[in-house]
């Protein structure tokens, strides 16, 4: 059992325009955050991950970054940031920033001097290319829509951009652009920060052939030529040679085409790269021709498959980082459950009862639930207002259907502010928010539910609380139980070290569910569930998203 803090730690993530107002703009800050580090340490939480902060003209909600030494005017000052930091640190609250470095803003001093001129010394630090045939260089599409090339008449060349034409992509072949980043992160590390999170790191290594893709939709599927790139381990290895190693850190990837097979080569027990990293896997499932954009709902039995594949694909090889959403996916209680408060806490049972590094997005320890925008002027994100313009005006969906695939997946649903009280605006702000509040809020909100010992809120605090007195709950081996079972996700968890043996068993759906509990936990102790009664033995009806632990 290699212990080690980030192993044992449970990860907040916090989107700082949506968690707290303290000035009134209707925009979340730093001092905002600052005024909840009590509640946060009260729920457990031991890390912070704060969606960017760095200066940024907010084009992709700071995943465009305009100067990496300074604090966005509109979270606050660096001052600001350093009593965050300070406060945080008093109460044992580490915290880990986002690295976003595959690309920067377009209004980045290193690319305003970049398009000056083919000759500028910043030219290569950027991915410039001539069109070909009057065209594109290649036919790649990006992320939020539109070719992943934008022209700039000023040099007669393209430049890439994976995502908005903000967002060009930084030249990571150029050793003077790893200087920067590196130096960087040093600057932040010297200031104390705790770690990264760091944005599609896996993508910063491109195919130097830069080659049409497949045809998917209506441009090329570029993603083989840029996910998981040819030099991507060396990049992440001369990262932590001369930066990781020298901190007492964690580092978390997001890695759009990590697999169980790659993982421990990224993220590998031998620490050359990073500690863990977020797979893609489980929130892909259900997408279907439009990506991410369908009506389907998850199939479960898939799920329990990946789940299980990572947990028994990485033990004893690499680290798990476990989630079931971010400021990217839908809300948790609406993606994998029914936006009930009970499919709520059996998800906080799951999801701390696995092996792995425990992420818990903003407001999901409330239950709160998608906001179900009924009007596309209500949504903020660039990825679903492109999405709406793309496909519609292509005519790949209609305007009613994709309104509908917008209030399951868009990722505004985890956008809106969280809901602190029942008060206007839910106590998120005393002006005018940004987003719209989830009107559902004077129902689901943490002044009731800290108050509630049945809450939501309080099975995560006591599920936190049970794992980080059970290490066989942190690091035990998993097994899979009743694989064939389509309604429940069960599994033994055990730690021959410590002698502790544990059942967790999870009822994903809205129907009582049979299942059998194997004989040696007959008469075991329950140390948590979400329906009040005793421990279940032999065979057992599951009621609707009932889930429990078990210690024998
Ligand atoms: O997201 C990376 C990414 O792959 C996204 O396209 C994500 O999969 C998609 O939005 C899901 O629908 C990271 C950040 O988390 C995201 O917020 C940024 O927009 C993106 O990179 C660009 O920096």
């Not at 730093?30 to 005024?35: C, Q, T």
């Not at 599920?463 to 066989?472: E, F, P, V």
């Amino acid at each position: 059992m290699d212990r080690k803090w980030w192993k044992e730690s449970i990860v907040y993530q916090i989107y700082p325009s949506s968690f707290q107002d303290s000035d009134g703009d209707g925009i979340g800050d730093l001092n905002g955050i600052r005024s909840r580090l009590d509640y946060l340490k009260d729920l457990g939480v031991n890390v912070l991950w704060l969606c960017p902060i760095m200066d940024s003209p907010m084009d992709d909600n700071g995943y465009d970054i305009s100067n990496y030494r300074a604090i966005n005017p509109r979270f606050g000052t660096m001052e600001d940031f350093d009593a965050l930091l300070a406060e945080a640190h008093q109460r044992g609250i580490r915290i880990v920033m986002d690295l976003v470095v595959n690309h920067t803003s377009d209004e980045h001093p290193w690319f305003i001097e970049s398009r000056k001129s083919v000759d500028n010394s910043y030219r290569d630090y950027y991915i410039w290319k001539p069109g070909k045939d009057g065209h594109e260089p290649n036919n790649w599409g990006a992320s939020f829509g539109g070719s992943a090339w934008k022209y700039d008449p000023q040099t007669d060349m393209y430049y890439l951009h994976l995502f908005s034409p903000k967002q060009p992509d930084l030249n990571w072949e150029n050793p003077k652009v790893r200087d920067e980043v590196f130096n960087m992160m040093t600057w932040w590390f010297d200031k104390g920060i705790d770690g990264f999170r760091m944005d599609v790191i896996s993508m910063i290594s491109k195919d130097q052939r830069f080659p049409d893709g497949e045809k998917h939709g209506l441009y090329g599927n570029g993603g083989p030529y840029y996910v998981n790139g040819p030099r991507i381990h060396e990049f992440l290895q001369e990262m932590n040679q001369r930066v990781l190693s020298k901190y007492d850190i964690m580092t978390v990837g997001e890695t759009p085409g990590a697999t169980v097979e790659n993982a421990p080569q990224y993220a590998g027990l031998d620490g050359k790269e990073l500690n863990m990293v977020f797979p893609f896997d489980h929130v892909g499932i259900g997408d279907g021709p439009l990506g991410k954009w369908t009506t389907q709902r998850y199939d479960f039995m898939q799920l329990k498959k990946i789940l299980s594949h990572w947990q028994t694909g990485l033990d004893g090889k690499a680290w798990n980082s476990l989630f079931w959403g971010n400021h990217d996916q839908p809300r948790a209680a609406s993606r994998w459950g029914d936006d009930s408060p009970l499919s709520a806490k059996m998800l906080a049972i799951c999801l701390l009862s696995l092996q792995g590094t425990p992420y818990i997005y903003e407001g999901d320890e409330l239950g709160m639930t998608n906001a179900y925008f009924k009007d596309l002027s209500q949504y903020r994100d660039i990825e679903s207002l492109n999405a709406f313009k793309e496909l519609t005006g292509a005519g790949l969906i209609s305007a009613d259907e994709m309104m509908e695939c917008l209030a399951l997946r868009s990722r505004d649903n985890a956008r809106t502010p969280v809901q602190w009280d029942d008060s206007p605006n839910a106590g998120f702000t005393t002006g005018t928010p940004w987003i719209e509040v989830n009107p559902n809020y004077t129902a689901i909100n943490a002044a009731a539910e800290e108050k509630d010992p049945d809450s939501v809120f309080n099975y995560y605090k006591q599920m936190i609380t049970l794992r980080k007195s059970h290490l066989g709950l942190i690091y035990g081996s998993f097994q899979l139980l009743a694989e064939e079972n389509p309604q429940v996700f069960a599994y033994r968890r055990t730690l021959a070290e410590t002698g502790e043996n544990y059942l967790i068993a999870c009822n994903f759906s809205d129907k009582d569910a049979a299942f059998t509990i194997p004989a040696d936990f007959a008469g075991a102790r329950r140390l948590i569930g979400n329906y009040p009664d005793t421990a279940p033995t032999g065979a057992v009806t599951l009621r609707p998203y009932e889930a429990f632990v078990l210690q024998k």
